[in-house]
């Protein structure tokens, strides 16, 4: 797929952007998806645990990769931003669940997060058999 400008991808399946975003772009055979919180397509937030926090996330973001022809099987680079380092290895538990090798490029780091516990954006490759 050539072209020459940023394409948006959204998903039904994924929450809206809360500003003046795109949830993600494609540029060129690269996913660009910004940070995403646990939460539904309708705002609200989802998962108690933060582990099931985690894997709302990663849905979003597999919606997402799918749109746009890949999957979550391709993704180059996350990064994590976690209210608390203390779920470290939990995020380590639900990274080796949902990855695969060769595993993305990898960020973790504590921020303050309004009312849930892990936020992740993702560069997700799109290969040239899936356009």
């Known amino acids: 797929m050539t072209q020459n400008r940023p394409t948006p991808v959204t998903s039904?399946?994924?929450?809206?952007?809360?500003?003046?975003?795109?949830?993600?772009l494609v540029v060129g055979d690269l996913l660009f998806v910004s940070g995403h919180?646990?939460?539904?397509?309708?705002?609200?937030?989802?998962?108690?645990?933060?582990?099931?926090?985690a894997h709302v996330v990663l849905d979003n973001i597999e919606h997402l990769a799918k749109e746009a022809g890949t999957s979550l099987a391709h993704t180059v680079r996350l990064g994590a931003f976690l209210s608390d380092l203390a779920y470290f290895d939990e995020w380590n538990q639900v990274c080796a669940e949902r990855l695969t090798e060769p595993y993305p490029t990898r960020t973790t780091v504590p921020v303050v997060l309004p009312?849930?516990?892990?936020?992740?954006?993702?560069?997700?490759?799109?290969?040239?058999?899936?356009s």
Do not use: M
């Open 37 to 53: 919180g646990p939460f539904g397509p309708d705002r609200q937030r989802l998962g108690t645990t933060f582990v099931e926090q």
């Open 115 to 130: 009312r849930f516990d892990i936020e992740i954006d993702a560069v997700i490759w799109i290969p040239a058999e899936a």
């Open 12 to 24: 039904t399946l994924a929450p809206p952007p809360a500003g003046p975003y795109s949830s993600a």
